[in-house]
């Protein structure tokens, strides 16, 4: 290959489907130039960006249109050598007309990896179907400061969870054969005040311990094939440039062997944002010598600045070399390069319109429109699965759950009931990409939550209000608001969040929040039904629909419910009214702690010793409710813990088993979560932090006996030489409800020498469950 047609396989170009069948179109985005694709595609094209989620486009005529354009790409190019077509996946694939499932967060309130690769599998299956070969997702970041706005998108606030999460999504779309895409490599989400992009000031341990093991475990354990470097720079060293980052830890200690891909944009802010380069070709450079193998979006510093870099010598070709092996390495994993290949993917092979192999001369495209359906009755059950089981009950004085079948007068105030897009995070597509076409329809059935809760309660009589907007501000509602819940049997207050990007909506990527008090006149409308229902002594519940955790004042105390939900996607209100009426039991877990006071951030609940509530700082950073709470509909017992192994050497194991009962008279799901306290060790740890959990479902009256083995390893951490080590001495092993409600507590020691570990080690331990016994 010449220099030209190796520098092209590193580059994508970011295109719109035509709704006509017709050759993709390129992009014109804000931050570039217009694309002349005549004048490219001779030397062939790495990437083509998301070409169903730029515009709405039906997915049959996506699928023709991504179809003719990459048999063009083929033919321009003397080798013959298709683009790698991707696509946002992160609550879905990113297309019009595609299932909405639950955003990230939402993953991580089930603490059910199974259902979530269960769920990339779907997501997976459909990408490839139409002609799809990577999805950007997930997102590992864990989660330091809620007032982030993209706290939606990760997972949760403790790095286990966020591994075990990621990594089944991970093997769910890349069993599909859709490469998966690890993001933000490294430390985006803790950037200073929870700003989007703003500097990270963390010190290389709390890089270490906190943000890397996430994607450190996916990259052991879930053949993930991409990695995309984070926008942030940590102490003055950006992503995009670090190459003791995305070389020496990534691939020369890890042994990661795929690609690693620039987010949108990064490598010009290396230049534009950063300052560590003064041209684009500078900014190539850096970027390639660190690492990183395709500019995304589209063409910018990797096709002309560098092309002349390495023409003059001031980058060495090597650099290139290295990269397009990579990426065509990948291309034949994908099946690009083998001698039959095709552009015509299998959905629109395996229609009944004559498409030949070629991809050249189809049908009239008319006869596809409608084909092709991206959410179908399969799909829509598994986004309502992962929705319900992610509803967490943070709150119940008995008043739930609700039957069905008495009539009452149901007050339904707030500024979600009755907005269709409230479920979906900003990531979506009639979010991210609808917004910006307001005469085409949604593309997907979004019930409301009024509309799903009088589909629950047929019997009851529904007086509905929004009280104020999302975060207008306005009090002029307030008084019906009151008048109507003063005449309720029982009032649901809905409040939550609206997403969006860049200052449009109260979350999502560049939506940071300056508290985290409820947006706009939400928080007073709580309190003015709160004031209003305390003489009637009407019960109220309070549901949010929400991308983050928020200040819920009064009703921590005062509210009959209170009922979490993630941004749960399109069966989302559905799951919400199933879980009201107890025909869904809860089983959700906070994957964030609800905070007490919205002024006290950063905190999670990984925090020292001295970040917790001392005597010594006005400031409590103690959550109303801790990471790993969630109620049920039934009651739980937890006894006759067991230490079979109470001493063992640090390279050694723990064993210990105990019994859960279901004591009370209805079906749930029991969480069992592993927690460490090590009293004392060389550096400082956090107080506790989750090394395993493990879902008991359990009949009423059923009883199981859970057996656990916990290595040596889960001790491990950053010594103050920057290598990890398991140091002797007692530990506490302490088997929790959540982080602020603990079981039964092992005391154990470990003993012998300090043992280096690195990534070879153990990452997880092993739960068993015996069979089950009944009460007696």
């Not at 119940?396 to 500024?415: E, H, K, M, Q, T």
């Not at 479920?423 to 910006?436: K, T």
């Not at 919205?598 to 006005?618: D, I």
Request: proline share 7%; with cysteine.
């Amino acid at each position: 290959m010449t220099l030209p047609e190796k520098i092209a396989q590193l580059f994508g170009v970011w295109v719109g489907a035509s709704d006509d069948g017709a050759e993709v179109a390129p992009h014109q985005h804000d931050m570039e130039e217009p694309v002349d694709l005549d004048a490219l595609l001779p030397t062939g094209l790495g990437q083509l960006t998301r070409p169903f989620g730029t515009v709405p486009v039906d997915p049959a005529l996506g699928a023709l249109s991504l179809m003719r354009t990459q048999a063009r790409i083929a033919a321009a190019n003397r080798f013959g050598i298709p683009a790698v077509a991707h696509e946002e996946c992160l609550a879905g694939f990113a297309a019009w007309g595609a299932t909405a499932y639950p955003v990230p967060l939402s993953w991580g309130a089930t603490f059910d990896p199974e259902l979530i690769r269960e769920m990339a599998g779907a997501i997976g299956r459909d990408l490839r179907a139409v002609g799809v070969h990577q999805g950007l997702a997930p997102v590992l970041d864990v989660v330091r400061d809620a007032r982030w706005g993209r706290v939606e998108e990760t997972i949760g606030e403790d790095p286990y969870l966020v591994g075990t999460l990621a990594t089944a999504y991970v093997q769910g779309l890349e069993s599909a054969g859709v490469v998966a895409t690890l993001k933000h490599f490294a430390g985006y989400s803790a950037s200073r005040a929870g700003r989007n992009l703003a500097p990270v000031g963390m010190g290389r341990r709390e890089l270490a311990d906190v943000i890397l093991p996430p994607f450190e475990m996916a990259v052991r354990e879930s053949g993930v094939r991409s990695v995309m470097h984070a926008y942030t720079d940590t102490d003055g060293i950006p992503s995009a440039a670090d190459d003791g980052l995305l070389t020496g830890l990534l691939r020369d200690t890890w042994g990661f062997a795929g690609t690693v891909v620039a987010d949108y944009f990064g490598i010009a802010f290396l230049k534009t944002l950063h300052g560590v380069a003064g041209s684009f070709e500078e900014a190539a450079g850096l970027a390639l010598a660190a690492g990183v193998d395709v500019e995304l979006p589209t063409v910018k510093a990797f096709g002309g600045p560098l092309l002349d870099a390495v023409e003059h010598g001031r980058v060495p070709e090597s650099l290139v070399d290295r990269a397009v092996r990579r990426v065509l390495l990948q291309k034949v994993h994908l099946g690009l390069l083998d001698p039959d290949w095709s552009p015509v993917p299998a959905a629109l092979a395996s229609t009944d319109v004559g498409i030949p192999r070629d991809g050249a001369g189809a049908s009239d495209p008319e006869l596809l429109r409608g084909t092709i359906d991206l959410d179908p009755a399969a799909n829509r059950e598994l986004a309502r699965r992962v929705a319900e089981r992610a509803v967490v009950l943070l709150r119940n004085d008995g008043v739930l759950p609700l039957d069905p079948a008495v009539p009452r007068r149901i007050a339904l105030i707030g500024p979600t009931a009755e907005a269709p897009t409230a479920v979906l995070g900003c990531y979506s597509f009639p979010v991210h990409v609808g917004g910006q076409h307001p005469d085409v329809p949604l593309g997907i059935e979004l019930p409301t939550l009024h509309e799903a809760l009088r589909a629950e309660f047929p019997a009851a009589e529904f007086l509905v209000a929004a009280g104020t907007g999302i975060d207008d501000g306005a009090t002029d509602g307030f008084a019906e608001a009151v008048e109507l819940a003063r005449g309720a049997d029982l009032v649901v207050v809905a409040l939550g969040d609206r997403a969006g990007l860049f200052g449009r909506g109260t979350s999502g990527e560049g939506c940071d929040a300056e508290s985290l008090a409820l947006p706009g006149a939400q928080g007073r409308l709580l309190d003015a039904l709160l004031d209003a229902v305390r003489d009637t002594g009407t019960p109220l519940l309070a549901t949010l629909l929400a991308g983050r955790p928020y200040v819920l004042g009064r009703a921590t105390e005062e509210a009959a419910a209170l009922v979490q939900s993630f941004f749960p996607g399109e069966s989302g209100t559905a799951a919400i009214a199933s879980v009201l009426s107890g025909r869904t039991a809860p089983s959700g877990r906070l994957p964030v702690s609800v905070p007490r006071h919205p002024g006290a951030q950063p905190s999670t609940y990984l925090a020292a010793r001295l970040g917790q509530a001392s005597e010594v700082s006005s400031i409590d950073p103690a959550p109303a409710y801790g990471f790993g709470h969630g109620l049920t509909y039934t009651g739980f017992d937890w006894s006759g813990l067991t230490v079979e192994t109470a001493e063992t050497p640090t390279d050694g194991a723990f064993r210990l088993s105990f019994t859960v009962e279901n004591t009370g008279a209805r079906a749930g799901t029991e969480l069992v979560q592993l927690y460490l306290h090590d009293p004392v060790a060389s550096v400082v740890q956090p107080v506790q932090r989750l090394i395993g959990y493990a879902r008991l479902d359990l009949a009423a009256g059923e009883r199981k006996r859970v057996e656990v083995e916990v290595p040596a390893d889960l001790a491990s951490f950053t010594g103050r030489d920057g290598t990890r080590r398991v140091e002797p001495g007692s530990l506490e092993l302490r088997f929790a409800a959540s982080s602020t409600e603990p079981r039964l507590t092992a005391h154990v020691m470990l003993t012998g020498p300090v043992r280096p570990v690195d990534h070879h080690r153990r990452l997880h331990a092993d739960f068993r469950i015996a069979p089950s016994t009944p009460s007696r």
